[in-house]
């Protein structure tokens, strides 16, 4: 398996615009979850789904991120506006049953806003 | 909720010598714990998890971890270090059984 794979590596853009962040998890797993890394703020959970559901959307910072997950294969997490403050790694995993089971993460977008 | 704690943002080392990577959690059910580890520019990786069965648990790379319940712990160990362990290490406990709450993290510095 490829494993968890997402895109861009690497997104730099200009405050305001609209970034759309894309994940593939592995076929298969039923979880698939959205973390930011920071210096400041370490790894924070955004929101996970199950099944293609979203379970728990708490950790979204604000109106201006949101996350869909169409089918078992495909999820994006969305940012519209930009701020320059959600200059951050941004990770998906995914898990074959949820938070006892291992999950496996992808390399990760590094998002820079300017 | 559960919640771990990382003692040490920094731990350095000598190559060859012991690691010990400290962290405590609080759980108010028995708990699954995990150890992982994020190289430069990488995704996190499991290293090793804890599910109730033994209360040594081994990992890759050689590292292990012991579960303790009257201390809270679930301090990570390795004999002897490699220059190739220098990363950041996270702790992490499962909540709910459906996701993973995560320590702020340790890295090591690993030094010839």
């Known amino acids: 398996d490829a494993g968890v794979i997402q895109s861009p590596r690497h997104e730099v853009t200009e405050m305001g615009q609209e970034v759309t962040l894309r994940c593939k998890p592995i076929s298969g797993h039923d979880y698939l979850f959205w973390y930011r890394q920071t210096m400041m703020r370490g790894l924070e959970l955004l929101i996970y789904f199950n099944n293609n559901v979203p379970i728990d959307d708490s950790g979204m910072p604000e109106d201006r991120f949101s996350a869909k997950m169409p089918n078992a294969s495909f999820s994006t997490l969305k940012i519209q506006p930009s701020e320059p403050r959600d200059s951050a790694v941004y990770f998906c995993a995914s898990s074959l049953e949820g938070g006892a089971y291992e999950q496996y993460f992808g390399p990760g977008t590094r998002l820079t806003v300017t | 909720a559960q919640s771990v704690t990382q003692l040490g943002s920094h731990v350095s080392v000598s190559e060859g010598a012991l690691v010990l990577l400290r962290c405590n959690y609080s759980?108010?059910?028995?708990?699954?714990l995990f150890w992982y580890v994020q190289y430069p520019n990488q995704g996190l990786q499991l290293l090793l998890k804890?599910?109730?069965?033994?209360?040594l648990v081994k990992g890759i790379n050689g590292f292990e971890a012991e579960f303790k319940k009257s201390e809270t712990s679930f301090h990570l160990t390795k004999p002897s270090a490699h220059m190739s362990d220098a990363a950041e290490y996270f702790c992490a406990v499962s909540e709910g059984f459906q996701k993973l709450v995560f320590g702020t993290g340790t890295r090591l510095l690993v030094s010839p």
């Open positions: 759980s108010s059910v028995p708990p699954y």
């Open positions: 804890y599910t109730s069965a033994a209360t």
